[in-house]
């Protein structure tokens, strides 16, 4: 839960009340109950005592946690999906994310799907065969949704040293290499294929609102307590934006959210706490983290806590996310990277590789140990400069800039 539910001291339970035995009892009125509490509320509510604070950990696995709520529509078999999600490291974002969290539904609404290029062909064939989707091809695509994808595929190598490729009608964001659209019925299903990092379009989004992602294991809202208890969303400028984003701004404004643009923090700050000028990773203590149901541990982990990038502001561009692109020859996955968390983890990481004692093609779980040990440590921004080289694990290690001003 939200990082200041943890802090809440919860009373020894008495004798057991009218009200302690309704929550027990009758589960439905519960939920609808808590449907109307804020996380805040709710966290407030878990203090009466033990008993209701176990009722209300167990509403919110029932509400955010079991995942087929938001999925369920779109797959009919949610646990071979997730397993397509591991395999590809695909990342379930968008109106579905938010809704997962703010625990809502907003009718007609797609399901978007972000995905590494490099994996695009392996959730297509999924779509296609194991829920038989039909691909609706745009003007030019090819009506093979293979031949489609890879078409643009060719137009330009990762490092992109060929012409860029087309903008798709209704997006905006940097990092996308193409969009596929998947029907079945009246459902509708967007796969954006990324150039490297999914998640280097979703921190591109037009406002923090919506930058919530779905993996195999969990579920991590970056901007929690702004989106769901301030009700609020940071404007985040990007290249080239314009009337598009202006419009799906207007969307997030109309379903309830205030729509702040900002080129200061501590006029940030007053908006929500969540505003701060500070390095962040995904699963931090500003992240709401959800571990989803039902636990499908034969999947693995997923390696999202990698990720870092810093919330900046400059009175030139407004609100800014900040953050590099670490890929490898050694490494399955591109990852988002802040420069003083690499330099700081480089002898770490060494250490972690050396002493490993299963090996494997990949070392995204070694990466994943060795941010995870940094972190623990306190070791960040305060730390010596050194020479930052895994040349002797990763082989060549390329850092791109991602800036959205000179990408």
């Known amino acids: 839960m939200i990082r200041y539910m943890h802090a809440m001291r919860v009373r020894a339970s008495g004798p057991e009340t009218r009200f302690e ?6 589960v439905e009125l519960l939920d609808r109950l808590c449907s109307y509490l804020s996380p805040k509320d709710l966290a407030a509510l878990s203090l009466v005592n033990r008993s209701i604070s176990a009722e209300a950990s167990a509403y919110f696995r029932r509400a955010i946690g079991r995942i087929g709520r938001v999925l369920s529509p779109f797959f009919r078999d949610v646990d071979g999906f997730r397993g397509i999600q591991a395999k590809t490291g695909a990342l379930v974002s968008g109106s579905t ?7 809502t539904t907003y009718a007609n609404s797609d399901l978007d799907l972000y995905v590494d290029y490099r994996f695009a062909d392996d959730v297509v064939t999924y779509l296609l065969e194991g829920e038989e989707y039909v691909f609706e ?7 093979n949704a293979h031949v489609a994808l890879n078409n643009l ?7 992109g040293n060929l012409a860029p490729a087309p903008v798709m009608e209704g997006y905006l964001g940097r990092g996308i290499r193409n969009v596929l659209d998947f029907t079945r019925g009246d459902k509708k299903i967007q796969l954006i294929t990324s150039k490297k990092a999914p998640l280097d379009i979703i921190l591109l989004f037009h406002s923090t609102c919506v930058m919530n992602v779905i993996t195999h ?3 991590y809202a970056l901007f929690p307590r702004a989106t769901l208890e301030d009700r609020v969303t940071l404007a985040i400028n990007t290249a080239g934006e314009g009337e598009r984003w202006d419009i799906a701004r207007a969307k997030y404004a109309k379903r309830g959210w205030r729509v702040v643009d900002l080129g200061n923090e501590d ?4 908006e929500s706490t969540d505003f701060q000028c500070m390095n962040r990773w995904v699963g931090d203590s ?3 983290t959800v571990p989803l149901l039902p636990k499908l541990p034969q999947l693995g982990d997923d390696f999202m806590t990698v990720n870092a990038f810093r919330l900046a502001y400059t009175e030139e561009h407004g609100a800014e996310i900040g953050y590099d692109l670490c890929e490898s020859p050694r490494l399955k996955f591109c990852y988002t990277s802040v420069r003083q968390e690499r330099e700081a983890l480089s002898s770490t990481i060494v250490s972690l590789f050396n002493r490993s004692a299963e090996r494997t093609d990949f070392f995204d779980y070694d990466l994943s140990e060795g941010m995870r040990l940094l972190r623990d440590l306190g070791v960040n921004t305060s730390i010596q400069q050194r020479v930052y080289s895994w040349k002797q694990k990763l082989g060549r290690v390329y850092f791109t800039q991602a800036s959205r001003w000179y990408r």
Do not use: C, G, S, V
């Open 137 to 143: 091809r745009r003007e030019n695509q090819d009506p």
């Open 267 to 270: 006029l940030a700050i007053k």
């Open 21 to 26: 035995r309704l929550f027990r009892e009758d």
């Open 153 to 159: 595929l060719h137009a330009e190598n990762m490092y």
């Open 217 to 219: 294991q969990h579920a």
């Open 286 to 288: 500003e992240t709401w």
């Open 97 to 103: 994310a938010l809704q997962l969290f703010d625990r």
